[in-house]
């Protein structure tokens, strides 16, 4: 009797084995099903390797749950990024317009983005010595006419040296400004003075239009200023060596020295704008 007991129980668990065995066979194989087959498996018939099956189910699961968590930590943390960003975008496009608005209330130049562009310098004529050079890269180099050369100075600095005039494939024409036809819109550092140096075919810039009683002095250094359409406000120019004590009308004249060496300039400089600020 018992033992028919016995029969009747082990064919009733094995029409359950089989039936959760076919609903699990239909189903995706996941961990989790894979989880509650080695279970039900278990529980049917224990034995140490239906145990081992449960626990690398279980681990698996647990893996599985906790990749989940991080991934959705992951996304809640670059939703807040990205918030972030958004909301700085937004801050610089207002600051931009405010900027832009500006700029075109007081009439001053906008603040352009450059890239530095290093040329050899290929030909020179010593009799042209003071107005003009040839360099070794061009329009495919991304170089057009009326771009800023400049100089780099020892002490890292860089000095107003030219204009670009002619602009070749592979090479440029340099105007000094040291040449007769050169004018530069500069200033007195410091001393908010505005003038205008002009070439004259020397190592010399004749600065012009210095106001009568301006305060100009020896050893004053000229830098561009806002006025100039070439050079970057603030770019260093020259450094005056000595003021006329003469005057016409309501003006005074000034003499500057250069910053770069006319004779030993090998290699320039040429500031070229980068497209986003074109």
């Not at 975008?89 to 890239?115: C, F, H, V």
């Not at 050079?133 to 009326?146: E, P, Y």
């Not at 239009?209 to 830098?223: F, K």
């Amino acid at each position: 009797m018992r033992e028919n007991q016995k029969i009747k129980h082990s064919n009733i668990v094995f029409v359950i084995l089989l039936i959760a065995g076919l609903a699990l066979i239909t189903a995706r194989s996941t961990p989790p099903v894979r989880l509650i087959k080695n279970f039900l498996y278990f529980a049917a018939y224990p034995n140490a390797n239906a145990a081992n099956q449960i626990f690398q189910s279980a681990g698996t699961f647990a893996d599985n749950l906790k990749s989940m968590v991080y991934l959705r930590q992951e996304n809640i943390f670059y939703k807040q990024k990205n918030q972030e960003l958004s909301d700085k975008l937004r801050n610089y496009e207002a600051m931009e317009a405010q900027y832009d608005k500006l700029s075109g209330l007081l009439n001053i130049p906008k603040i352009k983005n450059t890239k530095s562009v290093f040329a050899k310098v290929s030909i020179r004529e010593p009799h042209d010595w003071y107005q003009w050079f040839i360099i070794d890269k061009g329009s495919q180099d991304g170089l057009v006419n009326d771009l800023p050369v400049a100089m780099l100075r020892n002490n890292g600095e860089l000095c107003a040296v030219g204009r670009i005039i002619e602009t070749h494939k592979n090479s440029a024409k340099v105007a000094l400004i040291t040449n007769s036809l050169s004018a530069v819109p500069v200033e007195i550092k410091g001393k908010n003075i505005n003038c205008l140096a002009e070439g004259f075919n020397s190592n010399v810039l004749k600065i012009t239009y210095i106001p009568v009683n301006a305060d100009v002095q020896a050893g004053d250094e000229v830098i561009a200023s806002p006025l100039s359409s070439v050079f970057g406000e603030g770019m260093p120019v020259g450094i005056i060596s000595g003021v006329s004590r003469e005057s016409a009308a309501d003006f005074k004249t000034a003499v500057a020295d250069i910053l770069f060496e006319s004779e030993t300039l090998y290699e320039a400089v040429i500031l070229v704008p980068s497209e986003a600020s074109k």
